[in-house]
């Protein structure tokens, strides 16, 4: 695979991470802003990388989900349950699709569906504008830079056709404190079939005060007309709550889109242009009027101006609707005037540019008043032909050139822009005028203005309507003053607490540092052949100071392979958090599916241990987490109905223990019944009449971790599949683990799994049986003891001893390994007896002799050997011969 | 029935269902000069109304309800 | 040689850049926030910036208007995003950049700015 690729799957599989981590944070606190920018971030760099690759399945979910967290960020759809539910579904595809790259390299078609259905379920969620308070104006002064970043949308919406009488019955709604909606509800073409009736829909809606019906196509022919293919669009205008509107349009909420509408921006007056007097006057008398705060003389003034004018006229709207704004809100300085002006020009205020409040400077208008061809140059000629990439570039610098000069960095932008068109200029070969550029430059900077610069451009590059397509409509200077103050402010606060250190970690690739355990248990076995070399040295070669020094470097080279074994040890460690981090979603998805309300607490997820341990508790501790949810844990009105809180506890805490790693899960259900465990057990054949009678209740619980057990006398689709707890049980013994459980009936299960540190070294004990060298795990290994064999008596064929009062029943090594020679005795005709704990029994294993205890690198059986499941596994010797390991639970 | 096809005019009453719009159309690729009485109407499935949008009919008496008039007003484009 | 800074916190679009401007002979130098981008620009000189927008810590934004007010840098820098907006693109230039392009940029199109930018002639 491509080195990108690689890493666009290995980072894909962090921000996943990270989104899954951030949905389970927003979950709790379902207002931090913080939150919701880093999970915007995430799921933004996740479809910006996306998009290097062709993998349109990935592309299309992950863009549904940014515009969705961008809506989410920018508070237009609120954070919900059901948003969680779906961006985590998506994410999982998204997981699903990046596996499916790693190991394919790219993924199936099959996939369309799915992404096409995850992305819709995402958009559906994008239904919905939440109304901004002020209407624009506070969006404009809160923004960084100049622009709202979302643009309010009620400035698109063809607000004017709506009749005047409605409008200003809209206005007054709004002014007295009515919300006012926007919808357009586009029906989908086939919805007639579906029986909907959207016509009657649009009539019902509550709070309607206007609606308007367009259509969306123009009309065919008669004889193609097809009349059951819907294309209509419904426009229509409410004073219903945004709840209200929701509520209504609950089954088609991806066919409507609601638009909050400021009452102001509905003051349009409509009408003959045409005619009267000049009103410059009336506007000068009205606007003196009106800033003396002399109400009734501008409300006479008004009406006289009004019973003298044609009705229809434009001018006649504008005054019906300044005596209305009067009328409703004499305090509105601002919109009063603004009608008034609006009669100099005969053309509607337009409401959402003013929505700050401040004066306009339509820009451009300084420079346009500078001569124009002040420098028509004699250096040589631009490029006639410019190829696009430079058009775009000049008019981007004509742009920046364009923006009002009130920042605290002009100097900055004025040398970048001068640098960028230089660079440009240099590359298109117009050398000759860089000169004057440089003139240019130096006369803006001494004016402190952008003029002089853009006058070059323009002198040398003709404007092109095209090429600056995206000049602002309107710019606030006073607002933007501001913002470089505030720009200035903040970054010196952040950068003083916020230093930056450079990277103290490197990522390394798994597969390098399973080599270099490899090889340093190579070392260790390596390592380990000197003292045996010594021992020759002395007793072959008969040279004892060789041997001596032999042993000193030994020694040396010891400490430090042990040094490096335990560095590389710690490289190996994980924290736990790793197992851990699922379980939040876990708990929340099974939770939410079986109807209970649990609350998970983790503690101690720093705690480390090596990675196999880590990688190995995974499924175990899924499997009872999930039996806790499903088989713990009771429903809510049950734990109420018993005193308990309505909400469960599930608590997982890691703790290390010396050379262990303790994880306890406890849960406050229902615990475990040991009557029922027992009579399941005896139903099951698991256990007899007679241990019945002898079991406790303790002994009864831990029953669950016997082969074949499972309590759910339904398996359910969450913990159960066939399997119990026998499973865990396995899995946790295979690393060496033990574990306990501890439950209280109604009150709750607790288990306690301890796991070693670290599997790579294990210590063994060694064995001599039938003329063979065995390796016996030092942990299952109770104590040695040499029995006598006259104290060893056979017991219905079963052999046995009585070890402090206990009988302990004995097995012959070589026959359980189906070696039919009897185990040797010693001089004193005494048995080596290797006492092992098997659950809570102890048994005897008779061998022929014990040896040392030695460290190895256990290597789990492969190939043919995989099958033979004696044995644990395999490992070098100090003297190169191998070692087996016994599987002490296997062979017994 | 809800819709009354005489020799100039339609007469709606009540509401004209969907299944009214395929009749509604055949009448008025022949008849296409007929005019349109809503005055008792009280509501007509959008099909109806996509037929009378595409045939650019011209309504001699509008709806009672002044909304349904202002609806249809709009769609016809008679404002 | 000249040398570019990439400021983009995903590792994937700065593997991307720095696959195609080395490939061009361009020593390139990252960062992966406007914090660090700061650092090393008060270290380090760099021809050209290419600066992405959404960013922890410190944005682009944020990044060019005070490598601009602080005059650390007035080399040309581009901004790219993947918003398309005339809205995003009056920040981006507001904030100091000289050119803004909208993502998925092809490798063409990011050789042939950087060329123009630190004005080489075309071939």
């Given at each position: 695979?491509?080195?990108?690729?690689?890493?666009?799957?290995?980072?894909?599989?962090?921000?996943?991470?990270?989104?899954?981590?951030?949905?389970?944070?927003?979950?709790?606190?379902?207002?931090?802003?913080?939150?919701?920018?880093?999970?915007?971030?995430?799921?933004?760099?996740?479809?910006?990388?996306?998009?290097?690759?062709?993998?349109?399945?990935?592309?299309?979910?992950?863009?549904?989900?940014?515009?969705?967290?961008?809506?989410?960020?920018?508070?237009?759809?609120?954070?919900?349950?059901?948003?969680?539910?779906?961006?985590?579904?998506?994410?999982?595809?998204?997981?699903?699709?990046?596996?499916?790259?790693?190991?394919?390299?790219?993924?199936?078609?099959?996939?369309?569906?799915?992404?096409?259905?995850?992305?819709?379920?995402?958009?559906?969620?994008?239904?919905?504008?939440?109304?901004?308070?002020?209407?624009?104006?506070?969006?404009?002064?809160?923004?960084?830079?100049?622009?709202?970043?979302?643009?309010?949308?009620?400035?698109?919406?063809?607000?004017?056709?709506?009749?005047?009488?409605?409008?200003?019955?809209?206005?007054?709604?709004?002014?007295?404190?009515?919300?006012?909606?926007?919808?357009?509800?586009?029906?989908?073409?086939?919805?007639?079939?579906?029986?909907?009736?959207?016509?009657?829909?649009?009539?019902?809606?509550?709070?309607?005060?206007?609606?308007?019906?367009?259509?969306?196509?123009?009309?065919?022919?008669?004889?193609?007309?097809?009349?059951?293919?819907?294309?209509?669009?419904?426009?229509?205008?409410?004073?219903?709550?945004?709840?209200?509107?929701?509520?209504?349009?609950?089954?088609?909420?991806?066919?409507?889109?609601?638009?909050?509408?400021?009452?102001?921006?509905?003051?349009?007056?409509?009408?003959?242009?045409?005619?009267?007097?000049?009103?410059?006057?009336?506007?000068?008398?009205?606007?003196?009027?009106?800033?003396?705060?002399?109400?009734?003389?501008?409300?006479?003034?008004?009406?006289?101006?009004?019973?003298?004018?044609?009705?229809?006229?434009?001018?006649?709207?504008?005054?019906?609707?300044?005596?209305?704004?009067?009328?409703?809100?004499?305090?509105?300085?601002?919109?009063?005037?603004?009608?008034?002006?609006?009669?100099?020009?005969?053309?509607?205020?337009?409401?959402?540019?003013?929505?700050?409040?401040?004066?306009?400077?339509?820009?451009?208008?300084?420079?346009?008043?500078?001569?124009?061809?002040?420098?028509?140059?004699?250096?040589?000629?631009?490029?006639?032909?410019?190829?696009?990439?430079?058009?775009?570039?000049?008019?981007?610098?004509?742009?920046?050139?364009?923006?009002?000069?009130?920042?605290?960095?002009?100097?900055?932008?004025?040398?970048?822009?001068?640098?960028?068109?230089?660079?440009?200029?240099?590359?298109?070969?117009?050398?000759?005028?860089?000169?004057?550029?440089?003139?240019?430059?130096?006369?803006?900077?001494?004016?402190?203005?952008?003029?002089?610069?853009?006058?070059?451009?323009?002198?040398?590059?003709?404007?092109?309507?095209?090429?600056?397509?995206?000049?602002?409509?309107?710019?606030?200077?006073?607002?933007?003053?501001?913002?470089?103050?505030?720009?200035?402010?903040?970054?010196?606060?952040?950068?003083?607490?916020?230093?930056?250190?450079?990277?103290?970690?490197?990522?390394?690739?798994?597969?390098?540092?399973?080599?270099?355990?490899?090889?340093?248990?190579?070392?260790?076995?390596?390592?380990?052949?000197?003292?045996?070399?010594?021992?020759?040295?002395?007793?072959?070669?008969?040279?004892?100071?060789?041997?001596?020094?032999?042993?000193?470097?030994?020694?040396?080279?010891?400490?430090?392979?042990?040094?490096?074994?335990?560095?590389?040890?710690?490289?190996?460690?994980?924290?736990?958090?790793?197992?851990?981090?699922?379980?939040?979603?876990?708990?929340?998805?099974?939770?939410h599916k079986l109807g209970k309300e649990v609350n998970l607490?983790?503690?101690?997820?720093?705690?480390?241990?090596?990675?196999?341990?880590?990688?190995?508790?995974?499924?175990?501790?899924?499997?009872?987490?999930?039996?806790?949810?499903?088989?713990?844990?009771?429903?809510?009105?049950?734990?109420?109905a018993l005193g308990k809180p309505a909400t469960g506890t599930?608590?997982?805490?890691?703790?290390?223990?010396?050379?262990?790693?303790?994880?306890?899960?406890?849960?406050?259900?229902?615990?475990?019944?040991?009557?029922?465990?027992?009579?399941?057990?005896?139903?099951?054949?698991?256990?007899?009449?007679?241990?019945?009678?002898?079991?406790?209740?303790?002994?009864?619980?831990?029953?669950?971790?016997?082969?074949?057990?499972?309590?759910?006398?339904?398996?359910?689709?969450?913990?159960?599949?066939?399997?119990?707890?026998?499973?865990?049980?396995?899995?946790?013994?295979?690393?060496?683990?033990?574990?306990?459980?501890?439950?209280?009936?109604?009150?709750?299960?607790?288990?306690?799994?301890?796991?070693?540190?670290?599997?790579?070294?294990?210590?063994?004990?060694?064995?001599?049986?039938?003329?063979?060298?065995?390796?016996?795990?030092?942990?299952?290994?109770?104590?040695?003891?040499?029995?006598?064999?006259?104290?060893?008596?056979?017991?219905?064929?079963?052999?046995?001893?009585?070890?402090?009062?206990?009988?302990?029943?004995?097995?012959?090594?070589?026959?359980?390994?189906?070696?039919?020679?009897?185990?040797?005795?010693?001089?004193?005709?005494?048995?080596?007896?290797?006492?092992?704990?098997?659950?809570?029994?102890?048994?005897?294993?008779?061998?022929?002799?014990?040896?040392?205890?030695?460290?190895?690198?256990?290597?789990?059986?492969?190939?043919?050997?995989?099958?033979?499941?004696?044995?644990?596994?395999?490992?070098?010797?100090?003297?190169?011969?191998?070692?087996?390991?016994?599987?002490?639970?296997?062979?017994? | 029935?809800?819709?009354?096809?005489?020799?100039?005019?339609?007469?709606?009453?009540?509401?004209?269902?969907?299944?009214?719009?395929?009749?509604?159309?055949?009448?008025?690729?022949?008849?296409?000069?007929?005019?349109?009485?809503?005055?008792?109407?009280?509501?007509?499935?959008?099909?109806?109304?996509?037929?009378?949008?595409?045939?650019?009919?011209?309504?001699?008496?509008?709806?009672?309800?002044?909304?349904?008039?202002?609806?249809?007003?709009?769609?016809?484009?008679?404002? | 040689?000249?040398?570019?800074?990439?400021?983009?916190?995903?590792?994937?679009?700065?593997?991307?850049?720095?696959?195609?401007?080395?490939?061009?002979?361009?020593?390139?130098?990252?960062?992966?926030?406007?914090?660090?981008?700061?650092?090393?620009?008060?270290?380090?000189?760099?021809?050209?910036?290419?600066?992405?927008?959404?960013?922890?810590?410190?944005?682009?934004?944020?990044?060019?208007?005070?490598?601009?007010?602080?005059?650390?840098?007035?080399?040309?820098?581009?901004m790219i995003s993947t918003e398309a907006s005339a809205n995003?693109?009056?920040?981006?230039?507001?904030?100091?950049?000289?050119?803004?392009?909208?993502?998925?940029?092809?490798?063409?199109?990011?050789?042939?700015?950087?060329?123009?930018?630190?004005?080489?002639?075309?071939?």
């Amino acid at each position: 695979m491509n080195p990108l690729l690689e890493q666009f799957i290995s980072e894909s599989r962090e921000s996943l991470q990270g989104i899954g981590e951030k949905l389970m944070q927003l979950e709790k606190e379902p207002e931090s802003s913080e939150l919701m920018t880093e999970l915007f971030r995430f799921v933004h760099t996740l479809k910006g990388n996306s998009g290097l690759f062709d993998l349109p399945e990935l592309t299309r979910v992950l863009h549904a989900g940014e515009d969705l967290m961008d809506a989410v960020r920018n508070g237009e759809v609120a954070y919900s349950p059901l948003l969680a539910d779906r961006l985590l579904d998506a994410m999982d595809f998204v997981g699903l699709l990046c596996d499916e790259i790693d190991t394919n390299g790219s993924t199936d078609a099959k996939h369309v569906n799915n992404s096409v259905r995850l992305a819709d379920s995402l958009r559906q969620l994008i239904v919905v504008i939440v109304p901004t308070t002020e209407g624009a104006s506070s969006a404009v002064v809160n923004e960084l830079p100049i622009v709202p970043e979302q643009p309010d949308p009620a400035n698109q919406l063809p607000l004017s056709d709506i009749p005047e009488e409605i409008s200003m019955a809209a206005y007054r709604a709004a002014v007295t404190g009515k919300p006012l909606h926007w919808l357009a509800y586009s029906p989908v073409e086939e919805c007639f079939f579906q029986g909907d009736d959207p016509f009657y829909q649009a009539r019902q809606t509550p709070g309607i005060l206007w609606g308007d019906i367009t259509a969306r196509t123009p009309w065919p022919k008669l004889a193609e007309l097809d009349p059951y293919c819907c294309v209509l669009d419904f426009s229509i205008l409410s004073t219903a709550t945004l709840e209200e509107l929701q509520e209504y349009y609950r089954y088609v909420p991806d066919q409507v889109r609601i638009i909050p509408v400021p009452g102001s921006f509905l003051i349009l007056p409509q009408g003959e242009p045409n005619g009267g007097p000049v009103y410059e006057d009336f506007v000068a008398d009205a606007l003196k009027m009106l800033h003396a705060n002399n109400i009734a003389g501008l409300t006479h003034a008004t009406r006289s101006m009004l019973d003298v004018s044609n009705p229809n006229l434009w001018l006649s709207a504008a005054l019906r609707w300044l005596l209305l704004v009067i009328e409703l809100e004499p305090d509105n300085v601002f919109v009063c005037e603004r009608i008034l002006l609006s009669l100099r020009t005969m053309t509607p205020p337009v409401w959402h540019e003013l929505a700050g409040g401040c004066d306009t400077r339509i820009n451009g208008d300084v420079n346009s008043e500078l001569p124009h061809n002040l420098a028509q140059e004699e250096s040589e000629p631009v490029p006639a032909m410019l190829s696009p990439e430079v058009t775009a570039l000049i008019a981007a610098q004509r742009e920046i050139l364009s923006l009002p000069d009130d920042i605290a960095w002009l100097a900055g932008r004025l040398k970048s822009v001068a640098a960028s068109l230089s660079g440009c200029l240099h590359a298109i070969g117009a050398n000759g005028i860089i000169q004057s550029l440089g003139a240019a430059l130096d006369e803006a900077l001494a004016q402190r203005a952008s003029a002089p610069l853009l006058h070059w451009l323009d002198s040398h590059f003709k404007p092109s309507v095209d090429a600056a397509p995206f000049l602002p409509q309107s710019v606030q200077p006073a607002t933007t003053t501001q913002i470089g103050q505030s720009v200035e402010e903040v970054k010196y606060g952040r950068r003083a607490e916020d230093s930056y250190s450079g990277p103290k970690s490197i990522k390394v690739d798994q597969v390098k540092i399973d080599r270099l355990m490899n090889l340093i248990g190579e070392m260790v076995v390596a390592k380990n052949a000197l003292p045996y070399l010594a021992g020759r040295a002395e007793n072959v070669f008969g040279v004892r100071d060789l041997s001596r020094e032999i042993k000193s470097q030994y020694a040396v080279i010891n400490r430090i392979a042990e040094e490096m074994q335990d560095t590389i040890m710690q490289v190996r460690m994980m924290p736990v958090s790793f197992v851990f981090q699922r379980f939040p979603r876990l708990v929340r998805d099974t939770s939410h599916k079986l109807g209970k309300e649990v609350n998970l607490i983790l503690e101690g997820e720093e705690t480390e241990a090596d990675k196999n341990i880590i990688e190995s508790l995974g499924d175990p501790l899924v499997h009872i987490v999930r039996n806790s949810l499903d088989h713990g844990v009771e429903m809510p009105d049950v734990r109420r109905a018993l005193g308990k809180p309505a909400t469960g506890t599930i608590f997982i805490r890691a703790t290390q223990e010396a050379d262990r790693v303790v994880i306890e899960i406890r849960d406050d259900g229902k615990g475990i019944d040991p009557e029922i465990i027992k009579r399941l057990a005896l139903e099951k054949g698991i256990i007899d009449n007679e241990r019945l009678e002898r079991l406790t209740d303790q002994e009864a619980v831990n029953l669950v971790f016997a082969a074949g057990f499972s309590t759910a006398s339904v398996i359910s689709d969450l913990s159960g599949r066939g399997v119990g707890m026998d499973v865990v049980r396995t899995a946790i013994e295979k690393v060496n683990g033990t574990l306990q459980l501890e439950s209280e009936k109604g009150r709750g299960t607790r288990i306690r799994l301890s796991l070693p540190l670290s599997m790579a070294v294990t210590n063994v004990m060694i064995v001599e049986s039938n003329n063979q060298l065995f390796g016996v795990p030092i942990g299952s290994v109770v104590e040695t003891v040499r029995i006598p064999r006259a104290d060893i008596h056979t017991i219905k064929k079963n052999q046995a001893t009585v070890l402090r009062g206990r009988i302990v029943p004995l097995k012959p090594l070589n026959s359980l390994l189906g070696q039919h020679v009897p185990p040797r005795a010693n001089e004193e005709d005494e048995l080596a007896v290797l006492i092992v704990s098997l659950g809570d029994e102890s048994v005897g294993i008779m061998v022929d002799n014990f040896r040392e205890t030695v460290e190895i690198i256990l290597k789990p059986m492969t190939g043919v050997l995989a099958g033979l499941s004696a044995y644990a596994g395999s490992a070098l010797l100090g003297d190169g011969s191998v070692l087996m390991v016994l599987d002490i639970k296997e062979i017994l | 029935m809800a819709i009354t096809f005489k020799k100039d005019r339609i007469v709606f009453s009540d509401v004209a269902s969907g299944e009214d719009a395929e009749r509604l159309l055949e009448w008025l690729q022949k008849h296409p000069k007929a005019k349109i009485d809503l005055s008792a109407c009280t509501h007509l499935q959008p099909a109806n109304l996509q037929v009378l949008m595409a045939a650019k009919c011209s309504i001699i008496a509008k709806p009672k309800d002044k909304l349904l008039a202002d609806w249809i007003d709009s769609a016809l484009q008679l404002i | 040689m000249k040398r570019i800074l990439i400021v983009d916190d995903a590792a994937t679009m700065r593997m991307y850049y720095r696959s195609i401007l080395e490939g061009a002979g361009y020593q390139v130098d990252e960062a992966i926030n406007g914090i660090e981008a700061m650092e090393k620009s008060l270290q380090e000189f760099f021809d050209l910036y290419i600066v992405d927008v959404n960013m922890p810590k410190q944005d682009g934004y944020s990044f060019l208007s005070e490598l601009r007010s602080r005059d650390i840098s007035q080399n040309p820098a581009m901004m790219i995003s993947t918003e398309a907006s005339a809205n995003d693109r009056m920040r981006a230039l507001v904030s100091g950049a000289n050119l803004y392009l909208v993502k998925p940029i092809k490798p063409d199109q990011l050789l042939t700015n950087c060329r123009l930018l630190l004005g080489e002639v075309h071939e």
